[in-house]
């Protein structure tokens, strides 16, 4: 059944009986999917029948149907022509693992961090009035991404707006209300009906003209429905709340929709789901299965990597339990990435020291500054694409302050199949720039080791910002802190210095051996070491910067400010990230597009060089 629906229109034809074969014909096809290409499974998996409803309910790609993130949006992507580019998600070249507008019509809005769907329905909904066009607005959040301050924001704003817009939450780890069952779903039917709210409306009109009556119905209908039904927020932001209803019940959801697609004005439809549904494995470890992997379809293992040593993350890891077994100041903070910032031992080991705010970067940086006022010494782990989110809090409330907060910046550079959305591209830029804040950038595992004490031990605010996956396969040797602010020469050559800065100095080494040349680990964006840079300047024809950063305000940048500064007139030539968004691939396959390799690093410095 389901390679007759290519699109949502071919969906619409089928009768309610055909929908929940063609829902788990989906789910099968999703599984084995994933299991060939990787990605993110539990989540979509949570959502096949909402998926289904949605579309067979409202006229997309004309009604605007808004994902919140992406991780669940996989179902939506095979039933709006992309069934058969499956196959190539997250590839170069192949689908986005998050929604992309110009990858089809039906991704009404682009999304690779969360908590953005309210608003961006609400603006579309703004925009539809302004021009006169009566469409429906559906924004589909998580909630986990409920708990992030803009999507509150949004809500409140819509309330006050009193715009035709449907929240639909996704609630598939019970966060917000008990498990649904008859009572729950029978009151969904009669809330959600045109019955119930002509009634509704009515006695407010009729009773609202009576002197006092007015308030007394209100305050009536809101005392009811709070007993009854977690909703009384929702209500209060202006919203009319229905639910919650069983998710993956496809005719309560098809009823429910049709009949809310009848209401106006902002609705909230709560839905309850089970991460992972259909697929044992997942059922039983959503966590794990929330991005996965190859795996085998019929047992859910996970195909190994088949490369040896540990990752920066498990690097950071076994730095923080290590250190706070020594320290009781310090505290750990991450918003929502517990499992992909490398703290599942930390919070084991220290659960009244580990703090997981959800998805909240602005307060997890700020809590961390309010932490490090009273003597405290926090350390937020955080991805550099999210660390994005918090940018103020990080001037205002650290920067400023002086304040003794350690960063332990993961996903720093390119990240492969997550693509443009979650690169960590920009926080060298975006970081150097602030006063009293303290870049370190590790060129291997035992590096990030002791560049995390370093950056401990500083009295102030200060970054280690290391890429994803495994290094060098280095030792991890215990020790001590690294020399503050001084960077190392690690190899002797001759007219060309190669100034690397973290996971780039791998590359420089291999240019190097073929040119002969001179290679610096700076190991410190902020302070740079400008008498090591001095000297190279003095003794090289060309200086050579390589970072995995944009190069606009970045460690190239940095270096080109140093010898302005001193008044040092010597060839100079950046490599870096370009000034594009670089879509999903491998990390070297990205590293191929930005020419970063060594192999395309080669012919121009020979062409720089012959031309001296």
């Not at 119905?217 to 429905?225: G, N």
């Not at 990435?337 to 084991?348: R, W």
Request: glycine letters at 12%.
């Amino acid at each position: 059944m389901l390679e007759q629906v290519d699109l949502p229109e071919d969906l619409r034809l089928l009768d309610m009986g055909q929908l929940q074969p063609l829902a788990d014909e989906l789910r099968e096809f999703l599984v084995e999917s994933v299991s060939r290409t990787g990605g993110h499974l539990a989540a979509g998996l949570g959502v096949v029948e909402l998926t289904v409803a949605l579309h067979y309910v409202f006229d997309t790609p004309r009604d605007k149907l808004v994902w919140d993130v992406g991780h669940q949006a996989y179902p939506h992507k095979i039933l709006t022509g992309r069934r058969e580019r499956m196959a190539g998600l997250r590839q170069k070249g192949g689908l986005s693992g998050f929604l992309k507008c110009s990858e089809s019509e039906y991704d009404a809005f682009g999304a690779g961090h969360s908590s953005t769907s309210i608003g961006a329905a609400l603006g579309m909904a703004v925009a539809a009035k302004q021009e006169g066009i009566q469409r429906e607005h559906i924004a589909v959040i998580g909630d986990g991404a409920l708990s992030a301050g803009m999507a509150f924001e949004a809500l409140n704003h819509a309330g006050a707006l009193d715009m035709d817009l449907l929240v639909v939450l996704n609630d598939n780890d019970m966060s917000i209300s008990n498990p649904v069952g008859a009572v729950s779903n029978y009151l969904a039917r009669v809330l959600s009906s045109r019955f119930y709210n002509r009634v509704r409306e009515g006695g407010k009109n009729v009773l609202g003209v009576m002197p006092g009556m007015r308030n007394l119905v209100d305050r009536w209908e809101e005392h009811m429905k709070g007993m009854l039904i977690p909703g009384t927020l929702f209500e209060e932001l202006g919203f009319n709340y229905i639910g919650p209803i069983d998710g993956h019940d496809l005719p309560l959801m098809v009823q429910t929709l049709r009949n809310m697609k009848q209401m106006r004005g902002p609705r909230f439809l709560h839905v309850v789901t089970q991460k992972g549904r259909g697929f044992a494995p997942a059922e039983g470890d959503p966590c794990v299965y929330h991005g996965v992997g190859p795996f085998d379809p019929d047992t859910g293992q996970q195909n190994g990597s088949g490369s040896s040593g540990k990752t920066y993350t498990q690097v950071f890891s076994d730095w923080i339990c290590g250190q706070a077994a020594e320290d009781e100041r310090l505290l750990a903070i991450t918003p929502a990435m517990c499992e992909g910032s490398g703290l599942v031992q930390f919070a084991t080991d220290f659960p009244r020291r580990y703090f997981d705010v959800g998805i909240a970067e602005q307060h997890a940086v700020t809590l961390a500054a309010g932490m490090a006022c009273d003597g405290l010494k926090p350390v937020v782990a955080i991805y550099s694409t999210f660390l994005q989110r918090a940018y103020d809090q990080l001037i205002h409330d650290v920067a400023l302050q002086n304040l003794d907060v350690t960063f332990a910046v993961d996903r720093a550079g390119l990240v492969g199949a997550d693509g443009a959305t979650h690169a960590g591209a920009y926080d060298l830029s975006y970081v150097r720039c602030i006063p009293n804040m303290s870049i370190l950038a590790p060129a291997d595992e035992n590096e990030c080791h002791h560049m995390l004490q370093a950056a401990w031990e500083h009295p102030g605010p200060a970054m280690v910002r290391y890429p994803r996956g495994k290094g060098t396969g280095v030792e991890v040797e215990a020790g001590q802190a690294l020399p503050w602010g001084k960077g190392e020469i690690r190899r002797e050559g001759q007219r060309v210095a190669l100034l690397c800065f973290g996971s780039m100095l791998a590359t420089g080494m291999q240019v190097a051996e073929a040119l002969d040349a001179t290679v610096v680990n700076m190991r410190f964006v902020k302070p740079l070491d400008v008498q090591l840079l001095q000297e190279m300047a003095a003794s090289h024809e060309l200086l050579v910067t390589l970072e995995e950063n944009a190069l606009m305000g970045g460690a190239g940048s940095a270096v080109a400010e140093a010898l302005n500064e001193k008044g040092i007139q010597v060839p100079l030539l950046p490599f870096g990230l370009p000034d594009r968004y670089l879509e999903q691939g491998t990390q070297r396959e990205q590293l191929e597009m930005a020419g970063l390799t060594a192999g395309q690093i080669l012919p121009i410095l020979r062409e720089r060089l012959g031309g001296l």
